[in-house]
C-alpha cells in the first residue's frame, strides 16, 4: 500500500538558518512525490517534485528536496530559512497504477526572527 | 488559466440542511480530487473522478455525502442532511494523468470551509 509519513508535527528554526521538513515513503513502483505548502486560509500550492533524474530537486522559493531511494525519503531543504516561509507543508506520493495522491498528515514550520 | 475555480469561499449553514460545493477544475484536466481538511484528521481525499467518472469514493464518509461531474468543467459535493461533525475545509484539485504527463502535480483550489451548527 501507498503511504507517505512526516515524523514531525512541528519544526522550529530561526531566521537564516538553514531548515529540513522530513518525509519518508512506501510506495510499489516508481515513486512519484511532492511538496506542498499551505498557508492560512488558503489552499495547497506546488513547491516541487521528484519524477526520475537528479536526485536533487530545485523548486519554488528556493527549497530543495532531496530523494533517496535508499532510505525511501524525500526531505524539503532550504539553505536559508525567511519567517514568510511559515506554513504548513505536506509531502505526497503518486500512486501509478491509480493516480491518486498520498498526502502525509503535514508538518508545521516555524521561522522565528 | 485562472486555476481551481471553488465556491462557496465559506457556507455557514443549519444542522439538517442540504449544502452543495461546486468546483471548476483547470481546463484540460482529466483528475479531478475532492479533498476534505480538518484539523484531527488532517487531509482526506473523499473521492476522485478520471474523465468525469468515478473512480474512487472508498473515502466519502457516509451516504448523506455524494459528488457529481456532469461535465469535464465542472463537479458538485453535496452534503444532504448536514451535520455538525461535517465542518471542515473542503478542497477540490485537478491534474492532467495521461501518457507523459502522467508525472504532474495536483492543482488545488482555496477551499470552501463550511460551518454546520
Known amino acids: 500500500a501507498q503511504s507517505v509519513a512526516q515524523p514531525e508535527d512541528q519544526v522550529n528554526v530561526a531566521e537564516g538558518n538553514p531548515l529540513t521538513v522530513k518525509c519518508t515513503y512506501s510506495v510499489s513502483g516508481n515513486p512519484y512525490l511532492f511538496w506542498y505548502v499551505q498557508y492560512p486560509n488558503r489552499g495547497l500550492q506546488f513547491l516541487l517534485k521528484y519524477i526520475t533524474g537528479d536526485n536533487l530537486v530545485k523548486g519554488s522559493y528556493g527549497f530543495e528536496a532531496e530523494f533517496n531511494k535508499s532510505q525511501t525519503s524525500f526531505h524539503l531543504k532550504k539553505p536559508s530559512a525567511l519567517v514568510s516561509d511559515s506554513a504548513l507543508y505536506f509531502c505526497?506520493?503518486?500512486?501509478?497504477?491509480?493516480?491518486?495522491?498520498?498526502f502525509g498528515s503535514g508538518t508545521k514550520l516555524n521561522v522565528k526572527p | 488559466d485562472a486555476g481551481v475555480i471553488q465556491s462557496p469561499r465559506h457556507e455557514v449553514t443549519e444542522m439538517g440542511q442540504e449544502v452543495t460545493l461546486r468546483c471548476k477544475p483547470i481546463s484540460g484536466h482529466d483528475y479531478l480530487f475532492w479533498y476534505r481538511q480538518t484539523m484531527m484528521r488532517g487531509l482526506e481525499l473523499l473521492i476522485y473522478f478520471n474523465n468525469n467518472v468515478p473512480i474512487d469514493d472508498s473515502g466519502m464518509p457516509e451516504d448523506r455525502f455524494s459528488a457529481k461531474m456532469p461535465n469535464a468543467s465542472f463537479s458538485t459535493l453535496k452534503i444532504q442532511p448536514s451535520e455538525p461533525r461535517d465542518s471542515a475545509v473542503y478542497f477540490c484539485?485537478?491534474?492532467?494523468?495521461?501518457?507523459?504527463?502522467?508525472?504532474?502535480?495536483?492543482?488545488f483550489g482555496q477551499g470552501t470551509r463550511l460551518t454546520v451548527v
Open positions: 484539485a485537478s491534474s492532467l494523468g495521461r501518457g507523459d504527463s502522467m508525472n504532474t502535480e495536483a492543482f
Open positions: 505526497a506520493v503518486r500512486d501509478e497504477g491509480f493516480n491518486k495522491f498520498y
